[in-house]
């Protein structure tokens, strides 16, 4: 399977702990995104990077909050001293140039 | 971006076509409209885009006015497996932008056996 991949697909964790997320792109998609999606609602940007670069940030993006994509492929979201509010589902799409995004599943993230 | 409005559910008999309407009134020049379905615990998946022109791919047509200001997402067979929450989204297409998708609540299509 060559699509977009995040890992873990569940992730159970206290209020107050540090969590990270990973995703793995389509192979050569330049773009990668970030979005969350609470429950009966639509996906929320978050971030944005064109290769390294994280180029632009949602008002959604607290200082709790920090994207990486160190050498231009994979992503990693850090979510640092969770609240129950964070709990969501995180998604990261990516895409060639101005080609439509395509999305992973998912982690489904619960905050206890 | 321009906001776009859906019916909040529909439903239609398997093997008939489904007929899914968008309004987005207040749609630029530059902006395209976009179709992404999301089933039960998996991310949104891209369907079909589309900018002035009527647009048709595996899974579906997309039927654009000639104001562009609505449009519909046209699948011609529906199955049960296209039971799902269908979005409708306006885009710029600008080369350079980062063109977060901005999804509305979207429409529960339910596909009746």
């Known amino acids: 399977d060559t699509g977009v991949s995040q890992n873990p697909r569940h992730k159970i964790t206290k209020r107050g702990q540090n969590v990270t997320f990973r995703c793995d792109p389509i192979s050569e998609h330049n773009r990668l995104y970030w979005y969350r999606q609470t429950l009966g609602q639509g996906p929320e940007f978050l971030t944005y990077f064109q290769n390294e670069a994280q180029l632009e940030k949602s008002r959604l993006l607290s200082d709790r909050f920090s994207a990486e994509r160190p050498k231009g492929s994979f992503s990693t979201l850090e979510i640092q001293r969770t609240e129950q509010g964070d709990s969501a589902m995180y998604l990261c799409a990516s895409s060639l140039a101005d080609q439509p995004q395509h999305f992973g599943d998912g982690t489904r993230l619960s905050i206890l | 971006d321009a906001k776009t409005t859906q019916p909040t559910s529909m439903d239609c008999a398997e093997g008939r076509a489904a007929n899914l309407p968008c309004n987005h009134s207040t749609i630029s020049g530059n902006e395209y409209v976009y179709w992404y379905r999301q089933i039960h615990s998996q991310g949104p998946q891209y369907i079909i885009h589309g900018l002035k022109n009527n647009e048709t791919n595996e899974m579906a047509s997309l039927i654009i006015t000639e104001d562009r200001k609505s449009s519909t997402l046209i699948l011609p067979h529906a199955t049960l497996r296209d039971t799902a929450v269908y979005y409708c989204?306006?885009?710029?297409?600008?080369?350079?932008?980062?063109?977060?998708?901005?999804f509305g609540s979207g429409t529960q299509l339910t596909v009746l056996p």
């Open positions: 989204i306006v885009s710029p297409s600008s080369s350079g932008s980062a063109r977060q998708l901005t």
